[in-house]
């Protein structure tokens, strides 16, 4: 906590300064329900009966051991090898700011392009950006291309969508005058057909059929993709979507819920010029040295802003770098191995919790890799009875698609050893 010295004298005097009578009225954008008024701490505490005080309440809170969450979502917790850290943290890459000049950001420039080139590999398409802030806005990012490209104003969301990546994208959307509509059926007017791969619960969606909806609709084809997936299912370029987006925090980074995260964006290379953000290339000096610099960055910054086709104004220099190392240091064979190991818990998880009385796989003719719905009696009730046991459970999708009322997915990756499974059941079966 850091030490604080201003007096009511000194902030009323800030407060006043900016325009505001009181701290209610500076937060009043912030839910009241969500406002902590006080800590309620007993009078004529010493500053160390204070902290004290506050540690003990602070114990309070529940950390659940890595190998016992079983929840993903959208963020998952993996393996983080050592390598990680120790290139992230070093001073020259560790800084505030993302440094271009090419005269003497090398080290940064190199480890940017080294990202783009990794993650055009990982999808097989022909070119990847400098990364964006998240899944979600690399979604939204995504589908601004597709309007632009194609002059059309609608996108057609297909399946299960994370819903807080079709919000974003409808918030995107509502600026341009873009309609965004649920369906499977592009028409004329549909600029992008986008879908996850696999979908928001974890199931393989037929991506080459939508691929191929959309191009007969004279429209895009977005893949969401799991970058993991991608080591046991075909990437996007393979079945000819146009544009491939994700999010990146399973590449080495922890899952902080809040950020940050780290998106990722890849395309044609007919769409290049579409792209959001910054590009990474190389070049030659007089003298015939390799350089690192920037490239064909459509952004406000460099061209009129009209002409802007985004105002994505950075990039996760320092999560990308975690990604990179981490996807450089698995290799191909290291990401295929963590994928297999996660299909595999995931679905002797899924045989035990179907031998569950009342429960049941919510689609069980679908197929899934490390993530999985099913149907369960009184879902509220299981996850705090997991809870209780130090056991972060299933994720309850109904509170996002109302059709899926007493569904949970349940994910396992490879930090869910089969001591972990082995818990998880012998709870639910107490």
């Known amino acids: 906590m850091p030490y604080l010295v201003h007096s009511p004298e000194d902030r009323a005097a800030m407060l006043a300064a900016i325009g505001v009578q009181s701290m209610d009225e500076l937060l009043v954008d912030i839910p009241r329900s969500l406002r902590l008024p006080a800590l309620e701490l007993p009078a004529g505490l010493s500053e160390f009966e204070t902290m004290a005080q506050i540690a003990s309440l602070a114990a309070r809170n529940r950390v659940f051991p890595d190998r016992l969450t079983f929840r993903g979502g959208g963020i998952y917790r993996r393996f983080i090898p050592a390598a990680v850290a120790a290139v992230t943290s070093k001073p020259e890459f560790y800084t505030a700011y993302t440094p271009y000049q090419p005269e003497a950001s090398q080290g940064t420039l190199q480890a940017i ?71 499977t059926e592009p028409t004329a007017k549909t600029a992008a057909v986008i879908y ?57 980074l922890s899952p902080s819920y809040g950020g940050p995260h780290v998106g990722f964006i890849a395309c044609r290379k007919e769409l290049v010029r579409r792209l959001p953000g910054r590009l990474v290339g190389t070049s030659h000096d007089a003298g015939g040295r390799r350089g690192f610099v920037l490239a064909l960055a459509a952004r406000e910054q460099h061209i009129r802003r009209e002409k802007a086709t985004s105002n994505v104004c950075t990039n996760h220099s320092l999560c990308a770098l975690a990604a990179s190392v981490y996807m450089t240091y698995m290799g191909p064979d290291g990401l295929r191995q963590v994928a297999e190991v996660g299909f595999k818990r995931a679905h002797a998880l899924a045989e035990r919790l179907a031998g569950l009385p009342g429960w049941e796989p919510a689609f069980p003719e679908r197929q899934f890799i490390n993530e999985f719905p099913m149907r369960v009696p009184k879902g509220p009730a299981v996850i705090r009875k997991l809870a209780r046991k130090g056991i972060l459970g299933g994720l309850d999708v109904h509170r996002w698609f109302r059709e899926l009322k007493g569904v949970l997915t349940f994910t396992c990756t490879e930090v869910n050893d089969a001591r972990a499974l082995d818990e998880l059941v012998a709870v639910l079966e107490s």
Not at 115 to 134: K, P, R
Not at 156 to 166: F, K, Q, R
Not at 225 to 242: F, H, K, Q, R
């Open 113 to 183: 392009f080294e990202f783009q080139t990794l993650i055009a590999e990982l999808t097989a398409l022909d070119v990847a950006n400098a990364s964006l802030y998240d899944g979600a806005t690399a979604v939204a990012e995504a589908a601004m291309m597709a309007h632009i490209h194609t002059g059309r104003d609608e996108v057609l969301v297909s399946g299960y969508l994370h819903p807080e990546y079709a919000e974003v994208l409808r918030a995107f959307s509502e600026g341009r005058g873009i309609k965004v509509r649920k369906g």
């Open 196 to 252: 996850q791969q696999p979908d928001f619960l974890g199931l393989v969606v037929d991506a080459p059929g939508l691929t191929q909806a959309a191009h007969r609709a004279g429209a895009l084809a977005i893949a969401c993709v799991d970058p993991i997936s991608l080591a046991l299912l075909a990437p996007p370029g393979e079945y000819g979507a146009d544009i491939a987006v994700g999010e990146g925090q399973q590449l080495g």
